[in-house]
């Protein structure tokens, strides 16, 4: 799996390198239905993407990024905000953060990767294509959801050194969901399955089952 591009998305917004196609400093973007389709980022600011409308990226470094419902996107990243994917939101490609949560609302779906290093991640009822890769942070893989692709928790290291001393993180799978690929955890974690889930082969720590809607 793939480092995050941390260095090439904090210093092309820090810099103003002409990657976006609207951009703004210490200030939100709004982009509302029926724009045309283009790049949306902001330094220090938000970016929200109103419900049924489209964006090429959407980036930004110390802010957060909202997907509205039904909303579409092809990239979405930030460095130090959370993202929140609406219900039946689309991320076609990768979805990356840095210090935030994720949050994927019921029919909300990343067709590639989904990448963290600090902060908790939860899906309900949603759907990510090209796996799940973090560092520090719980990862809730709510009912019904589907993950492809398989789970790495990474050993920090490198840039990811700045928490070393975060709690344990805590993986639940719920009930009915599934997780296709190899979960693989290269760090200690709190596994805990239901018992309706699937999942595939387990790496690095050891399965705790549970029966109900949650442990």
Do not use: C
Not at 135 to 155: A, C, M, P, Q, R
Not at 180 to 204: C, H
């Amino acid at each position: 799996m793939r480092r995050f591009p941390i260095l090439m998305l904090a210093g092309a917004l820090a810099f103003g390198l002409p990657l976006l196609a609207a951009a703004t400093v210490n200030g939100s973007v709004q982009v509302e239905a029926g724009q045309p389709a283009a790049d949306a980022s902001t330094v220090n600011g938000a970016v929200h993407v109103a419900a049924g409308a489209m964006v090429l990226k959407a980036s930004t470094v110390n802010g957060s990024i909202d997907l509205g419902d039904r909303a579409q996107a092809q990239e979405v990243g930030t460095v130090n905000g959370a993202i929140t994917l609406g219900n039946g939101s689309r991320v076609k490609g990768d979805l990356h953060v840095v210090n935030g949560h994720i949050t994927l609302d019921p029919g909300a779906e990343v067709g590639g990767q989904l990448r963290d290093v600090n902060g908790a991640i939860t899906l309900d009822h949603a759907h990510v294509a090209g796996g799940i890769a973090t560092v520090n942070g719980d990862l809730t893989v709510g009912e019904g959801s589907h993950v492809e692709g398989g789970i790495l928790y990474d050993k920090p290291g490198g840039w990811f050194n700045w928490n070393t001393h975060a709690s344990t993180p805590v993986v639940v799978i719920g009930p009915h969901a599934v997780v296709q690929g190899t979960l693989e955890f290269r760090r200690e974690v709190v596994l805990k399955v239901s018992d309706s889930a699937q999942i595939g082969p387990v790496k690095g720590a050891t399965v705790v089952k549970f029966s109900g809607a949650q442990p």
